[in-house]
Each structure stands twice: as structure tokens, then as C-alpha cells.
């Protein structure tokens, strides 16, 4: 498999149980020795948000690593699925089980932003062998439902830009007060990884019907706590980041993560929110960090 060198990954198309087509990025060298990476994004996000951070690892000099970003099903290549009920945390654990299985990975560090990392302890609980270390982004075992509400007041229910740069406007109206320090250079690459013009027509980059999940949830209950899972993770090395200005990621959450694992980094990302990017200089830094840390511990 040759990489696309002007994308820097190769698209990997692969069955899930059930026949829908799922889709990732693979980038990086595939006979790499290094450990492998895998990047698991948000509820109704896709594999183009971890970009940088899998281009900065698949091209380190010293050790280039193969990087898989996962579209879960319903987002971005992948098939979207024509009951919505199967856009459920356990069939798309399923689904990640038989992505790793078709490329060949059997341990590797996983980067979980949001829905991403609550994937990522339940994968600790069915597989534990397969997770080396943990970047946790913006998530922990307590969600504040206040984030779940914002996220339900928008996902599925934006107005459809006529443009990219229409698009970075209706974002930054939305999400202004989480990400302050955003210009207008993020603010496009966030529309441009909301909505999609593949097919000729501005649309959202996820089945809109991913909506109805949230709307089913009973916010009015509390929400499970999964303690129990985070300690799944105790014997690898975890990394746990959160956005400065998260309304999804209480404070005494980070702190508390940090003090119940052995081996766990806490950061706060200043001046984000739900969630930090993780292209930046001192995001691709630190996860490098950590990705050479389970990697030495894995040895």
C-alpha cells in the first residue's frame, strides 16, 4: 500500500460485522517497528481532526510510526448506518475490534478525544492486551451533563453554510466562549472538518440522524460514573488533557484521574474548551511523549 503523498495517508476500507463499509487513515510506514498509534475523534466528529498530530508522528525522523485515525460508522467515509440505533458505544467498539484485527495492529497507544476516550476504556475492559498507553482528551469517567446539552443543541441541527468561510462564522457564534483564542485560520479548519463538499453540495461530514441518539438520552438522570473502567487502565501510561474552558470535563475530574492512576499526566490546555486541538506544537510534544513512555514500558 503506497500513501497518498499529497494527503500523507492512505484511505483503509474494511466490513464491519454486519457489511457496512467502515473507513480510516492510515498513515506511516506500514512495516514501521515503531508502536503504532491509534486516534479515535468525538460523538459526531472524524479522523481529519487528528491530522497534524498523525502526520507529525508517521514523519518523526528518529522513529516514523504508523498513525490509524478511525471514522466510527455514519461519519465521514464511512457508510452511515440505516438504523441509528446501531450508533451505539458498543457496536462501535465492535467495529474498531475488526479495524485493528484487518490492519494487522495488536497493541498500540490510543488518542480518545471525547467519545473517542469513553471507546477507549471500554476497549481496556474487552482487550486489554491491545492498549499500551492512553491519551484521554477532554473526557474522564464523570461527563458533565452540561456539555452533553450543548452538544445535543447543535449536533444535527446546524444551518448549512453556503461556504466553508459561512461555516466558521456559524461555528465561532456557537463556540465562541470555549475557544477564545481562536482566529479565523481555526475557525475554517474546524467548518472544514464540520461539513463537507465531496459531493458537489455543502453537507454535514456525519449522518445527521446521529441527532436522535442524543435526544434520547435523559439527561434529567445522572449519568453513569466509570471509575471502575478508568482503573482498567492502571497498568499503562496515561496522559489525560483537558480543555481549560470544558463544560464536558469538570476540574476535580483531571485532578482526580491524576491522583487515583499510577502513571497519569494531567494537563489543562489554556484558552480551549471541548475539545483541545491536538495539531499544535505542544500537543504533538507532549503525546509524543507519552507515545515513547508506553513504548519503552511495552518493551
Known amino acids: 500500500m503506497t500513501t497518498h503523498s499529497d494527503t500523507g495517508f492512505s484511505p483503509l476500507f474494511i466490513s464491519a460485522r454486519d457489511g457496512l463499509k467502515l473507513h480510516a487513515r ?62 451505539d458505544i458498543r457496536i ?21 478525544t471525547s467519545r473517542g476516550g469513553l471507546l477507549t476504556m471500554a476497549m481496556g475492559a474487552a482487550r486489554p492486551g491491545v492498549i499500551k ?38 461555528l465561532k457564534r456557537l463556540s465562541d466562549q470555549q475557544f477564545p483564542q481562536f482566529g479565523d485560520a481555526e475557525w475554517e479548519m474546524m467548518a472544514r472538518r464540520t461539513w463537507t463538499d465531496r459531493d458537489g453540495r455543502m453537507r454535514s461530514d456525519y449522518d445527521p440522524n446521529l441527532m436522535k441518539v442524543l435526544e434520547e438520552l435523559d439527561l434529567e438522570v445522572p449519568l453513569p460514573v466509570l471509575w471502575s473502567y478508568f482503573d482498567g487502565l492502571n497498568g499503562v501510561p496515561v496522559l489525560a488533557i483537558r480543555g481549560a474552558n470544558s463544560d464536558l470535563m469538570a476540574e476535580k475530574t483531571l485532578v482526580e484521574m491524576g491522583q487515583r492512576h499510577p502513571d497519569c499526566e494531567t494537563f489543562v490546555a489554556p484558552g480551549q474548551g471541548h475539545a483541545p486541538l491536538l495539531g499544535t506544537k505542544d500537543m504533538v510534544r507532549r503525546i509524543g511523549r507519552l507515545v515513547a513512555r508506553a513504548e519503552r514500558r511495552a518493551a
Open 26 to 87: 492510515d498513515y506511516g510506514p506500514l512495516a514501521a517497528t515503531a508502536l503504532p498509534v491509534v486516534c479515535l475523534p468525538g460523538f459526531a466528529r472524524t479522523a481529519a481532526d487528528f491530522h497534524e498530530l498523525a502526520l507529525a508522528l508517521a514523519k518523526d525522523e528518529a522513529k516514523p510510526r504508523r498513525v490509524l485515525a478511525v471514522d466510527y460508522r455514519g461519519r465521514g467515509l464511512s457508510e452511515y448506518d440505516r438504523d441509528w440505533k446501531n450508533y
Open 133 to 170: 498507553g492512553v491519551v484521554m482528551n477532554d473526557i474522564g469517567p464523570v461527563i458533565d451533563a452540561r456539555g452533553l446539552l450543548r452538544i445535543r443543541g447543535y449536533v444535527g441541527k446546524l444551518p448549512m453554510p453556503r461556504s466553508f468561510t459561512e461555516g466558521a462564522e456559524i
Open 92 to 112: 462501535e467498539l465492535d467495529d474498531l475490534m475488526q479495524l485493528l484485527v484487518a490492519a494487522g495492529i495488536e497493541g498500540a497507544v490510543f488518542v480518545g
